[in-house]
């Protein structure tokens, strides 16, 4: 005999609402929260400290002004502040992007080539561990005033760290996909574009997360020394005549625009590589 038996439709099983979605939202509400919530805390407590150091005096307030003295500073004149703020943030820009453009393809050289490697890195080595502080004035005898100087200054704190991120992202390819992509039968642009490239990117992150704050103080380093305007002009020219509350105003804003700067490069890294927080840690 047959046995029949009767079909009745499938339908798709979705958990009910209950306990554990509502936690689940909760632990995800309150992680939102808490990214926003703890920077600010943060915050709040190196502003007590500041206070507090500067209320007992632990540091002359000549050097050390209050933080109220420093806002006062900053309210006085925001429109010539935000002026300087804005060509800061140009130099820092262009300079981080030339350095990042210039890193990734000497990074892709050196990675590429075992004999390119081995012939340039001990030159970049050094000239990264020269002190760029003392290349100022040879970079404005070389390149006169404004902004020439200062950008080369942002490039030259700032592409070693997006070199060897890259070097290494691309020289690290996980050995599981580089069998793949030899049973593929691949060709070296194949592997390169489909596998050794995107799984070097969270690499090259890491090296323009660490370059991004140095290119605000290679900025501020050419003002010092080649610069018209800016805040790092702001900062020599103020603690030059004692204003020292308008000169640490200048440096807050320096502070404030790397955090912003900064902030915007996780974003672009979490909407570029989204599957890297899911393959590499539960944070």
Sequence with gaps: MTDVRSAEPAVAATPPPGPGREAGRGAGLRAGTGATLLPVAGILVALAAWWLIARLELVHPAALPPPGDVL???????????????????????GFALSAAAGVLIGLSLASSRTVERMFTPLLVAVNAVPKITL???????????????????????????????????????????????????????????????AALPQIFVGLKVAMPLAAIGAVIGEFQAGESGLGYVILQYAGVGDTATAWAAIMLVALVSILLYSALLLIERIALPWVRETTSSR
């Design 136 to 198: 100022g004035p040879l970079l404005v005898v070389a390149l006169g005033w404004g902004q020439k100087p200062i950008l080369t200054m942002v490039f030259l704190l700032c592409f070693f760290p997006i070199v060897l991120s890259t070097a290494t992202g691309l020289t690290t390819t996980p050995a599981d996909l580089a069998e793949l992509v030899r049973s593929w039968n691949a060709s070296r642009w194949q592997a390169f574009r489909k596998v050794r490239f995107p």
């Design 72 to 94: 006062t500073a900053f309210v006085d004149k925001p429109a010539r502040m935000l002026e300087h703020t804005w060509d800061t943030l140009l130099e820092i820009l262009f």
